[in-house]
């Protein structure tokens, strides 16, 4: 079976975040079994196109080929023409918004390609956190496009069971199909030791796109009132140039206990690594399809405070890290403070159990199974 998948950003990039990484598992483990094609972007989320490949001509990237387009060759008329071109089985849409989906499914509503089957995988782009940010616009469009009928026939990826619900609520009146098929992950393992935790000191990372999504103010507001030593190290690609701003007039109120860097951006490859030299990390997410770096963070021994936007559960009952609902700040602000006195037996215990339940759920089969059928499915609905 030949699957032709679209996405807005692929290898070598990662700027975009998990997308990329879940799409790159997903052509590793069942690239022997399915025959992959990429159409995405010639450059990352921001800067210029990529120096080290060539555009307009197929690459093999892992078990993939790969084809990098610049933007004039994502236009309209191109687009229809490369779709008319190529031979493939199925479609695996990555993003319900992105300009590529839109297209391809306009495209194919007006007949002008193929009607292929299509595995749609909004990437948690309808929880309530993501549809709340630009929420009219959004609104309007899913509108129009139920209208039309867009989504006729088509399968749709959920990380997990909350984001299957999220989806069957966005597309309400139209019984959508719905397979539940998790994100899968890259094998890493982290090579530094897990750092040393005093008594009322505390470590703390923010690893992610700072964006408005991502909530790195409401991080940045849950520190201002803790007493003790604070360092809050900050990583990610600045994607919303006006949020971080706001972000800095919040950094630049702190008391000189709290400190608080913008380290930058960091390679795929440094990012388990990281996660080793500090304590918690800090994600106050507004919403995640699943939440790769969460993930990393468990693998690499580090404890995650995090939301219950993500479909992440069980952590405090395995002693992994906290779930806490954005609307109870003065938890994960009590659960701050108790981590600053901990003392590093009580942390290392943490830390161990972070790492376990990680690689538990990082390793488990059955999500390459299910990302199988999610694929099998599709091709039945033809």
């Known amino acids: 079976m030949r699957i032709l998948v679209v996405t807005n950003h692929y290898l070598p990039g990662y700027k975009a975040g998990g997308p990329i990484r879940t799409l790159a598992s997903v052509t590793d483990a069942l690239g022997d079994e399915f025959e992959f ?14 120096s080290s490949i060539q555009p307009g001509v197929w690459q093999r990237v892992g078990k993939a080929q790969v084809l990098y387009l610049r933007s004039t060759e994502r236009r309209w008329a191109c687009w229809k023409r490369r779709l008319n071109a190529l031979d493939f089985d199925v479609i695996y849409l990555n ?3 992105s300009r590529l989906t839109i297209r391809t499914l306009a495209l194919r509503w007006l007949k002008l390609i193929p009607s292929k089957p299509i595995v749609l995988a909004p990437r948690g782009e309808f929880s309530p956190g993501a549809l709340g940010l630009k929420k009219y616009k959004k609104k309007l469009y899913l509108a129009l496009t139920k209208v039309l009928n867009f989504y006729q026939d088509i399968v749709w990826q959920a990380s997990s069971a909350y984001e299957r619900e999220d989806i069957a609520h966005a597309m309400q009146g139209k019984n959508p199909i719905v397979v539940v098929a998790q994100d899968l992950v890259p094998v890493r393992k982290r090579n530094s030791d897990i750092v040393f935790k005093d008594v009322g000191a505390l470590k703390l990372v923010f690893l992610s796109r700072v964006s408005r999504k991502k909530n790195l103010d409401y991080a940045l507001r849950l520190l201002s009132g803790l007493t003790g030593r604070v360092i809050f190290d900050i990583y990610g690609p600045l994607e919303d140039l006006a949020y971080w701003k706001e972000c800095q007039s ?26 080793g030299n500090y304590h918690l990390f800090l994600f106050p997410t507004r919403g995640e399809n699943f939440g790769h ?8 021994g580090c404890p995650v405070l995090i939301s219950d936007t993500t479909p992440w559960r069980g952590l405090e009952e395995q002693k992994a890290g906290w779930i806490v609902p954005l609307s109870q700040p003065e938890r ?30 990082a390793n ?9 059928t999610l694929f099998l499915t599709a091709a039945k609905c033809n």
């Open 250 to 275: 919040i950094i630049a109120q702190m008391p000189p206990s709290i400190e608080v860097t913008y380290r930058g951006e960091i390679m795929p490859e440094q990012v388990m690594d990281t996660f």
């Open 293 to 300: 770096v969460i993930s990393e963070a468990l693998r690499a």
């Open 95 to 97: 993003s319900c918004f």
């Open 332 to 361: 994960f602000i009590t659960i701050l403070e108790n981590m600053l006195q901990m003392d590093d037996a009580a942390f290392r215990e943490y830390a161990d159990h972070a790492r376990r339940f990680g690689e538990t759920a």
């Open 364 to 372: 488990d089969p059955a999500v390459i199974e299910a990302n199988r």
């Open 37 to 50: 094609l990429v159409l995405t972007s010639d450059r990352d989320l921001s800067g210029p196109p990529y």
